[in-house]
Structures are given as C-alpha cells and as structure tokens.
C-alpha cells in the first residue's frame, strides 16, 4: 500500500499534494476523504 509517487507539501493552512498523474491524485483525495480528521476538508486543482 501507500503513495510511493506523491509528495505532501504544507504550505501555511494548506497540504499541497502533487503526483505524477490524476488517477493519483484522486486515489489520494479518495483516501482523505475517508478519514475523519475533524475539520472540513477542501480539494482544488490549480493546474
């Protein structure tokens, strides 16, 4: 298991996620979005 491919980068409030292809970035939203971290998450893409 895990995200070989993908970096995390916190950028102030934000985790900035990048991987080399959609499919893995959206394995990784899928993921998040799975986890209860209690606080509200958001997902944007600022290709």
Request: aromatic share 8%; hydrophobic share 40%; proline share 2%.
């Amino acid at each position: 298991g895990g995200f070989k491919k993908v970096n995390a980068q916190i950028q102030d409030e934000q985790v900035r996620v990048t991987a080399p292809s959609i499919d893995d970035l959206q394995a990784v939203i899928a993921h998040l979005k799975k986890q209860d971290f209690g606080l509200e998450l958001a997902f944007g893409n600022y290709r």
